[in-house]
């Protein structure tokens, strides 16, 4: 996170603050030394962590839903989504909610994830989609790779990644894979 | 056509229901010998009015049905003709035949027409020597089926345009005369100037417009070349652009006219104008709106009741007001000042929870007004003579359980007059009275409502129940039942009431569907039967869906939701009355029952505070006709509980039905017993001879 903060370089995608039509903006998290974005337009707050009510028999990565001011809401735990090593809650973890969009219509959902980290500006061009990894790793859920101060940000779709009803697989492998083969090109 | 029509069609054909309603009401109230004449004149009017908005919305063939329809009604009210059960079977025929051809509209289906013109065909043999001037139907059809907007480009059209433009139209650099000017130029106009609104001459501001204009263009131009004209002005100007129809002139002014009336009618609070005017920017898109519209269900709610809920809001406000206030200049000397402010608050939010639910209900008239019609049409057929009391019409329901207790109530009524009631003969014989007696009635009871179906008729023969159970395996030769698990015998999925009572044959829709859909609406049904006097069907519903008693319990660190309706019991669990069965089920044995126990922490994977039973409680739930025994780990308080969809957010939980918020803001969820049975995998191994056999085993 340190180095975020020194935007010295200047072949640097445009921080947040130089306002343009063709930039997107991007929140981000830091999730084991990773960073991840996702589109600022579908987060509705960021909450820190509260005790959930289980919901019996779901996936781990389900952790159980909370009472967002009358609303029932799920929440997911990303680290565990993206098969991460589990980390104790602790004061400092955050929930994002965020608005899913879904065929069954718009569905509001919190991801916990270790600390929210920046938001950034970013235009389609500095986008680099992610590499082909061939059949058995699913990548859709990725909206592309962009650098930011020499540091790799994975932007997430998240209609795709929470949209579906059946979850795809993802695991740390894959997103291993992902971060080599960008390193070999 | 500039004024979308289609947009008043829901208005339209929600009105023309009702007055069928009406219609038919006050022909079941009438008697032939001596009619009341204010009913004759209700029945005239209802019929009068779904004739002529009919006609104003093009659907001739209703207001052609409804013009004989009301010919003779006519003579019957001046009294020129004299009623007799046929001409009133004719009458209720016809109410149907409209009813269907409204639905048909609605749904935009064709209808039968046939059915029509052999009522119509009958009327006219009634009215005979009056015959009325039928006008060629079939030209009338074509008129119909053509849709109005396809006006050949090349015919003469007659616009009407009414141009009220913005006062600072001048300051705006627009020239109302030029616009006019080239009004002029498509065809022949008419120019009228409005000055009512000139001020006097002293305070005329030179730079605004005062005058507004209504131009009558015959022309051939097309509604775009009209509408390009007042392009630059129609945003902040009113532009009115009514077509008054090259084909048909007269009827067409009549048509809009009567529209504008309704539309002022409808909307007392808005001024027409700016209505009309969307729909000029955007007639299409306000089209396809409407007929999403059509299916949307509406549900009216008298005014007293958006008063109440206006004047609580006005409360609840001054109440925050209040409250605001004082946090600002909060200091500890206030304190009960706050509290007192608190107590308002719940007070107030307790009463408009109260007023809004309250919005859902409905009296239960809406259900309960169909009857008298099925009944007459019924006994007529079988032959039987009966008569029906409804007593408290009034009592109020919340609107998705009457819709869906409509269907269950129809069949017992239907069972009560084709097999509770017996033949004219049989009841003289019997010494009952000739006419037999149906009974609705509706009350309140706790948070319940209890409807009851009561026939005077022969009862339930307990022993051919009994016979036809053991025939067809359900109970053992042997088995000794009470009354009432007799009775409840005939809830039992293919037990046929025809069979079980008169031996003629059933239609196969069973009592056991009935009391699923019942079930379905966490209520219950009993019946109640003397041999010989009668039977009484006895229905408890709650009153609404969304707000449920429910039994807080708690397993290890999660509390859930019971439904209140299905506990049956609660115990400590003696380890002596507990076995286990091979197969990994426990099994309670409460009196003479035995009842499988599920483990909810086993189901839900939760750790609970003690594995051992004899740490636990029981709660014993029943679920249509099994038993099931849950150990949860303690019993906590009771509580009314608004139900909120896990659906909206994330998926169907299996066992469970929906989740709440308690007291604390922790999110807890309602169990589904029904679901956790299956869930359990725990199929009730039915004791022959008990009464316990459940519709899954019973199907497999």
Redesign the interface.
Same mark, same amino acid.
């Given at each position: 996170m340190q180095n975020l903060k020194d935007r010295s370089d200047p072949t640097d995608v445009e921080i947040l603050g130089h306002d343009s039509d063709a930039m997107d903006q991007y929140l981000t998290f830091i999730m084991s030394d990773e960073e991840y974005g996702v589109d600022i337009l579908s987060v509705q707050e960021i909450r820190g962590w509260e005790s959930v009510t289980l919901i019996p028999n779901a996936p781990p990565h389900i952790k159980g839903v909370i009472n967002l001011r009358g609303t029932i809401v799920p929440i997911i735990d990303l680290r565990q989504r993206f098969g991460l090593a589990k980390v104790e809650y602790g004061p400092l973890t955050v929930v994002i909610v965020l608005k899913v969009a879904t065929r069954k219509g718009a569905r509001v959902m919190g991801i916990v994830v270790d600390a929210v980290s920046d938001v950034y500006s970013l235009s389609s061009q500095d986008m680099k989609s992610a590499p082909d990894l061939g059949d058995h790793v699913n990548t859709s859920y990725i909206r592309g790779l962009v650098n930011v101060s020499n540091k790799m940000v994975i932007l997430l779709d998240i209609n795709e990644l929470l949209g579906t009803d059946t979850i795809p697989e993802v695991s740390l492998s894959t997103l291993q894979e992902i971060k080599e083969s960008t390193v070999n090109n | 056509m500039s004024i979308d029509l289609s947009q008043f069609h829901q208005v339209f054909f929600e009105e023309s229901h009702e007055g069928l309603q009406i219609m038919e009401a006050g022909l079941l109230d009438l008697d032939c010998d001596n009619p009341d004449i204010d009913t004759i004149n209700a029945i005239f009017r209802a019929a009068h009015s779904i004739k002529g908005s009919s006609g104003t919305f093009g659907f001739t063939e209703i207001a052609e049905f409804t013009h004989v329809l009301e010919t003779l009604l006519d003579e019957v009210r001046e009294g020129k003709r004299g009623l007799n059960p046929d001409i009133l079977d004719l009458l209720l025929q016809s109410v149907d035949c409209l009813s269907s051809m409204l639905s048909a509209l609605q749904n935009n289906e064709k209808f039968d027409k046939y059915q029509a013109k052999e009522l119509v065909a009958k009327f006219n043999e009634i009215l005979q020597s009056n015959m009325v001037k039928q006008v060629d139907s079939d030209s009338k059809k074509e008129e119909v089926n053509q849709p109005p907007e396809v006006v050949s480009n090349n015919a003469l059209t007659t616009w009407n345009i009414l141009f009220v433009p913005d006062l600072n139209l001048l300051r705006t650099g627009n020239e109302p005369a030029r616009m006019l000017r080239e009004l002029a130029k498509l065809g022949e106009c008419t120019i009228k100037s409005d000055i009512k609104k000139l001020p006097e001459i002293g305070s005329v501001d030179p730079e605004s417009c005062y005058i507004s204009w209504s131009i009558i263009l015959t022309s051939e131009c097309d509604r775009s070349v009209i509408d390009e004209i007042f392009e630059w002005v129609i945003d902040d100007c009113e532009v009115i652009i009514t077509e008054t129809a090259g084909i048909f002139p007269e009827g067409q002014i009549l048509k809009n006219e009567r529209l504008l009336n309704q539309e002022s009618k409808s909307n007392p609070a808005l001024p027409e104008t700016p209505v009309a005017q969307k729909k000029i920017e955007k007639p299409k898109s306000q089209a396809k709106e409407n007929t999403k519209a059509a299916e949307a269900t509406s549900i009216r709610v008298s005014i007293e009741k958006i008063d109440s809920l206006v004047n609580l809001v006005g409360e609840l406000v001054i109440t925050q007001s209040m409250l605001g206030q004082l946090g600002s200049e909060y200091d500890i000397g206030k304190v009960a000042r706050l509290q007192e402010g608190l107590a308002q608050l719940e007070h107030n939010t307790r009463e408009l929870q109260e007023s809004v639910m309250r919005i859902r209900m409905l009296p239960i008239s809406f259900t309960f007004s169909r009857f008298p019609r099925l009944v007459r049409d019924l006994s007529r057929q079988l032959g039987k003579k009966v008569e029906i009391k409804l007593t408290g019409e009034q009592t109020e329901l919340d609107k998705t359980v009457m819709e869906r207790i409509g269907d269950p109530l129809v069949h017992l009524v239907r069972n009560a007059l084709d097999h509770g009631l017996e033949s004219p003969q049989d009841r003289v014989a019997a010494g009952k009275p000739e006419t037999g007696v149906i009974e609705l009635k509706a009350f309140h009871q706790g948070g319940n409502i209890i409807i009851e179906i009561t026939d005077d008729g022969r009862g339930l023969n307990k022993e051919k129940i009994r016979k036809k159970a053991i025939a067809s395996g359900l109970i053992a030769d042997q088995d000794h039942l009470s009354d009432e698990q007799v009775q409840d015998l005939m809830f039992q999925p293919g037990f046929s009431t025809a069979d079980l009572v008169t031996d003629v044959s059933g239609r196969g829709v069973g009592m056991d569907v009935v009391r699923r859909n019942i079930q379905e609406l966490s209520g219950s049904i009993e019946v109640n039967s003397r041999e010989g006097q009668g039977s009484t069907f006895t229905i408890r519903l709650p009153l609404t869906l969304a707000i449920l008693d429910g039994q807080l319990v708690q397993v290890g660190d999660?509390t859930y939701i019971l439904p209140l309706v299905s506990i049956v019991e609660s115990l400590q669990p003696d380890m002596k009355l507990i076995n286990h069965v091979a197969g990994g089920c426990d099994v309670l044995r409460l009196r003479n029952e035995y009842i499988p126990i599920i483990k909810l922490f086993e @189901?839900?994977?939760?750790k609970p505070e003690s594995e051992d039973l004899a740490d636990s409680l029981l709660v014993v739930v029943e679920v249509g006709n099994s038993k099931v025994a849950l150990v949860v780990d303690e019993l906590q308080g009771q509580q009314q509980v608004v139900i909120?969809?896990?659906e /909206?957010?994330?998926?169907k939980?299996?066992? @469970?039905s929906g989740?709440t918020?308690l007291g604390d803001? /922790? @999110?807890?969820?309602i169990l589904d017993v029904t679901d956790l049975i299956q869930l359990a995998g725990v199929i009730h191994q039915g004791k022959k001879g008990l009464k316990l056999i459940s519709n899954r085993e019973y199907a497999a």
């Open positions: - | 999660q @189901v839900f994977n939760l909120k969809s896990m /909206t957010n994330y998926k939980v299996e066992g @469970v989740a918020i803001g /922790t @999110v807890s969820l």
